[in-house]
Antibody, heavy 121, light 107 residues
Framework: QITLKESGPTLVKPTQTLTLTCTFS??????????VGWIRQPPGKALEWLAL???????RYSPSLKSRLTITKDTSKNQVVLTMTNMDPVDTATYYC?????????????WGQGTLVTVSS | VIWMTQSPSLLSASTGDRVTISCRMS??????LAWYQQKPGKAPELLIY???TLQSGVPSRFSGSGSGTDFTLTISCLQSEDFATYYC?????????FGPGTKVDIK
């Protein structure tokens, strides 16, 4: 059974750096093809794809946010970490991590519950 | 970047209706498209992948079609639990992108 869960601060101040952790079970990020992605959703708005890391440490980012994002993995801990620098109130959103099973299979059948991050002073 | 549009943005329907949601790409993506359903306060749930393959456990009233730039999600007989927002997602090229969503509400 695959599960994912996001953790991190619920409130950050403008200009601070956000660090979110996705802890998962039921799969390994050392398995060929597997990936974990991050997607966010501002309140009342659409989903926005942010970043993705694959089993082989291939990393992909949204071009509009690439300068602010870093995605890393810790295979031994079954965790993926997303950092976002210089947070702004427009970054207020629910952040989700999700599992995908391959480069050509990058749909998301498994999602975490999401974590709401509010950016406010 | 591949841009996506969905239509309509809001669809009012009744239980038992057949509903169709369109997703259009700014460039061809073969069949690299997924559809998700999202209910308020919940994570999205995968309905369809590879444009037309039903995810395990998803009711057969859901179906997907299309390839290239034009795709459709059809719900053959709308049930009460289907009132939700639906998103398409392309995974043909990075950055992967989601459509703006279609909300299906009660007429």
């Amino acid at each position: 059974q695959i599960t994912l869960k996001e953790s991190g601060p619920t409130l950050v101040k403008p200009t601070q750096t956000l660090t979110l952790t996705c802890t998962f079970s039921g799969f390994s990020l050392s398995t060929s093809g597997v990936g974990v992605g991050w997607i966010r959703q501002p309140p009342g708005k659409a989903l926005e794809w942010l970043a993705l890391i694959y089993w082989d440490d291939d990393k992909r980012y949204s071009p509009s946010l690439k300068s602010r994002l870093t995605i890393t993995k810790d295979t031994s801990k079954n965790q993926v970490v997303l950092t976002m620098t210089n947070m702004d109130p427009v970054d207020t959103a629910t952040y989700y991590c999700a599992h995908s099973s391959g480069y050509s299979s990058s749909w998301y059948p498994y999602w975490g519950q999401g974590t709401l991050v509010t950016v406010s002073s | 970047v591949i841009w996506m549009t969905q239509s309509p943005s809001l669809l009012s329907a009744s239980t038992g209706d057949r509903v169709t949601i369109s997703c259009r790409m700014s460039q061809g993506i073969s069949s690299y498209l997924a559809w998700y359903q999202q209910k308020p306060g919940k994570a999205p749930e995968l309905l369809i992948y590879a444009a037309s393959t039903l995810q395990s456990g998803v009711p057969s009233r859901f179906s997907g079609s299309g390839s290239g730039t034009d795709f459709t999600l059809t719900i053959s007989c709308l049930q009460s639990e289907d009132f939700a927002t639906y998103y398409c997602q392309q995974y043909y090229s990075f950055p992967f992108t989601f459509g703006p969503g279609t909300k299906v509400d009660i007429k």
